[in-house]
C-alpha cells in the first residue's frame, strides 16, 4: 500500500500520484498533510525548497474542497508565473481521477480574457501570482465569497519582490473566517507579520533548520582572478561532461553576455532574464526541461520558482547580493531527495562572504581547485567510453550496414578501431587544451580583481560594423539573431562581435576579414517573403558604436567547433539556429 494513503489521502488521489512516481513522502508531506487535513488551523510550514511543498498542500486542498460547487474555494499565491504554472500543472495531475475539479492558473504575460473566460466558466482553485490577481479583482470579475482556504506559497520570495501592498489586498477580499496556509524557505519579519495579521494561533512545522540548505548539497568554490572568471568557469564546464546546470549572474547584461559567449564557444546554453517575454521565456524552459540545453544562464528573479528535475550542478558565476538568495539557488538542485553540487566562482576578496554563507545554510564549503587541461581531457575521453557502454543499438537498421563496416575495418586491429574511435572526440579536447594555464588564483592575489564582468576589448579595428534590415519586431532576439547571421553566412559565431538589436533592423559587427563574405552570401536571402538587407553601418547610426566583450581575458584556443553548428556534451552534432530566449516572471521590485 502507497504510505501516503496512511496519511488520509483517498485512493483515487493516491493512484493519480503514485502513477507520478510518488512513492513515500517526504518529511514536510508526512507531517504536514495530517494537519491539514483536519481543516482546523491555519498553518506556517518552513522548508527548503525542492521539498514536495506543493504535495504538501495540494493533497489536502483536493481532500477539503467540495467540487460539485463551481466557486473559488482556494487561492494560491505564488511569487512567479513559473510557480503558478507548476503548481496548477501539478493540481491537475493530483487530481486527474477525479470529477469536475476546475484549477485556473492566473499570470502576467498571459491574455487576460482567457483566464477572465475560465473564472466565469466555473473554478474552484485558483493559482495566480499577486500583480495578475489583483487586476482581476480590480475589475470585479471574481468573487472570493466562498474561499474557505489561502496558500501562501514561496512567501519569503513573494516578499522580497515586494509584493506585501498586494498580498493585503488580495487577503482582505477573502473571509475573514478562512484557513490560512503560509509556506516559506525563511521566516523574515515581513512574514510574521503576515502571520500575526491574518492567522489565528497558526501550528507551525519547521523541516530541518530555518534558512539550512539541503543536506544532499555539495557546496564547493573555486578562487580566479577576474580576467580568467569565464576562461575557468568553461574549464569546470568541461570538467562534468554530464553537466545539466543553471547559471546564476547577478544582472541581465551580464546573463545575457555569457550565454551568448558560450553559444559562440559551441556550448549548448541560453539565457532568461527580464527583458524576456512570457513567449520567449516559455520556449527556453521548454527548451531546458527536454535537455536540448545543458546551461541555463539566470538571474536570481528569473530563475526563482523553476522546478526542473535532476538539475546536477547549480553555478554562481556571481555571487548574490543577498546572502538568503544562495540557499534559492542552491535548492534549484538536489530536489526531491537526490543530490547535487553548487559551483561559487569567486575571487580572493569573496572568500569572507564565503564563510558567511557557511554560517546561514549550516554546511561547510570545499576549496576545489580549477582542473587543469589533462584532467579536462582525461574526463572527457572516459565520458564517451561510458557513452559508448550505454549507446542502444538499433540491430534492425544498422545490419544492412555491418557488412560494409568490417570491411572497412578489416586491416585494423581491435586496439586500433578502439583508439580511433576514441580519438575522434579527444583529439578535439587536446587541442582545445594544449598548453592550458593554470587558472588557480592564490589566495590573497587580488591582481585582475578590477572587474566582476567580461573584460572589454580595446580596439575596434578588427571589425566591420553592418546594418541589417530586421530587429525585434520580427520576432528576434539577439540570439535568434546569431544563429540566423552564421546559418546564411557560413560563418563561425566566433566571428560575431557585438549585435544590437533595435525595433526594425539590427547593427551587428564581424571581423575584418569575413565582411565582404557575409555581405556576399546575404545578397539572395529572404525572411518571411522579404529581401533581408546587409549593407555597411556607415552613417545610419552616426558611429561605429561601442567595444564588444569578449568571454573573458583567455579564451582557451576560442570556439569548441568552429563549423557552422556546434556540439552539445553528449557529442551530438547541433545546427546553430535561432536561439530562443524566455520570459520573465511577473515581479514589482526593481531591479
Known amino acids: 500500500m502507497n504510505p501516503f494513503s496512511t496519511l488520509g489521502i483517498r485512493h483515487d488521489i493516491v493512484n493519480a500520484i503514485t502513477d507520478l512516481g510518488f512513492e513515500n513522502p517526504t518529511p514536510i508531506q508526512e507531517q504536514a498533510i495530517p494537519v491539514l487535513l483536519s481543516g482546523s488551523n491555519d498553518f506556517v510550514g518552513l522548508a527548503q525548497t525542492g521539498t514536495g511543498k506543493t504535495a504538501a498542500f495540494g493533497l489536502p486542498l483536493l481532500e477539503l474542497i467540495d467540487f460539485s460547487k463551481n466557486v473559488p474555494q482556494a487561492l494560491v499565491l505564488c511569487p512567479t508565473r513559473e510557480l503558478c504554472l507548476q503548481i496548477a500543472s501539478d493540481l491537475n495531475n493530483y ?3 477525479l470529477n469536475n475539479v476546475h484549477v485556473v492558473a492566473v499570470y502576467g504575460g498571459a ?67 478562512k484557513k490560512t496556509w503560509l509556506f516559506s524557505a525563511t521566516m523574515p519579519a515581513e512574514v510574521r507579520r503576515i502571520a500575526k495579521n491574518y492567522m489565528t494561533d497558526p501550528f507551525e512545522l519547521t523541516v530541518g533548520k530555518q534558512n539550512t540548505g539541503n543536506v544532499n548539497i555539495d557546496h564547493e568554490y573555486y578562487v580566479v582572478r577576474a580576467r580568467d572568471k569565464y576562461a575557468a568557469f ?63 544562464i539566470a538571474t536570481d528573479v528569473a530563475a526563482r520558482g523553476i522546478d526542473v528535475n535532476d538539475v546536477t550542478h ?47 545554510i549550516g554546511k561547510k564549503f570545499t576549496k576545489v581547485d580549477v582542473p587543469g587541461g589533462f584532467d579536462v581531457c582525461e574526463k572527457q575521453l572516459f565520458a564517451l567510453v ?29 586496439e586500433e578501431i578502439i583508439k580511433r574511435f576514441a580519438s575522434l572526440e579527444f583529439n578535439r579536447f587536446l587541442e582545445y587544451y594544449k598548453n592550458a594555464p593554470d587558472l588557480n588564483a592564490p589566495l590573497g592575489d587580488e591582481r585582475g580583481m578590477r572587474s566582476e564582468r567580461f573584460a572589454r576589448t580595446s580596439s575596434r579595428g578588427d571589425y566591420t560594423r553592418l546594418f541589417i534590415n530586421l530587429g525585434s519586431v520580427d520576432d528576434f532576439t539577439r540570439g535568434d539573431m546569431l544563429g540566423f547571421i552564421c546559418n546564411n553566412a557560413r560563418i563561425s559565431g566566433k566571428a560575431i562581435g557585438k549585435i544590437d538589436l533595435k525595433g526594425v533592423y539590427t547593427f551587428f559587427e564581424v571581423e575584418n576579414a569575413v565582411a565582404d563574405q557575409v555581405q556576399q552570401n546575404f545578397k539572395s536571402v529572404d525572411f518571411n517573403g522579404r529581401k533581408v538587407r546587409i549593407e555597411l553601418a556607415g552613417d545610419r547610426e552616426g558611429g561605429s558604436g561601442s567595444g564588444r566583450f569578449s568571454g573573458g581575458g583567455r579564451r582557451e584556443g576560442g570556439s569548441r567547433d568552429r563549423g557552422n553548428g556546434f556540439r552539445d556534451f553528449s557529442g551530438n552534432r547541433r545546427e546553430r539556429g535561432g536561439s530562443g530566449r524566455s520570459g520573465e516572471r511577473e515581479h514589482k521590485k526593481r531591479w
Open 314 to 360: 547549480v553555478i554562481n558565476y556571481s555571487l548574490p547580493d543577498e546572502i538568503e538568495n544562495y540557499t534559492h539557488r542552491s535548492g534549484r538542485t538536489a530536489r526531491a531527495g537526490k543530490s547535487g553540487v553548487s559551483i561559487a566562482i569567486i575571487n580572493s576578496k569573496e572568500i569572507g562572504k564565503i564563510r558567511q554563507i557557511e554560517r546561514v
Open 386 to 414: 561510458h557513452r559508448v557502454h550505454q549507446v542502444e543499438v538499433n540491430e534492425t537498421q544498422i545490419e544492412a550496414y555491418i557488412p560494409r563496416i568490417m570491411d572497412e575495418f578489416a586491416e585494423m586491429s581491435k
Open 95 to 97: 487530481s486527474k481521477n
Open 234 to 296: 568553461k574549464r569546470i564546464v568541461d570538467f562534468h561532461p554530464e553537466i545539466f546546470g543553471i547559471v546564476f549572474c547577478r544582472t541581465k547584461v551580464e546573463t545575457q553576455e555569457i550565454a551568448e559567449a558560450l553559444v559562440k564557444d559551441g556550448y549548448n546554453a541560453d539565457s532568461l532574464h527580464g527583458d524576456l517575454s512570457q513567449q520567449q521565456r516559455d520556449k527556453v524552459m521548454k527548451r531546458y526541461r527536454d535537455r536540448s540545453l545543458q546551461l541555463l
Open 111 to 177: 491574455s487576460i480574457s482567457d483566464q477572465l473566460r475560465q473564472i466565469r466558466r466555473g473554478v474552484q482553485i485558483v493559482v495566480a501570482t499577486p500583480g495578475r490577481m489583483l487586476d482581476i479583482i480590480g475589475r470585479k470579475a471574481i468573487d472570493f465569497s466562498d474561499v474557505k482556504y489561502v496558500v501562501l506559497d514561496e512567501a519569503d520570495e513573494m516578499l522580497n519582490m515586494g509584493f506585501q501592498e498586494d498580498i493585503d489586498h488580495i487577503l482582505s477580499t477573502t473571509p475573514d473566517e
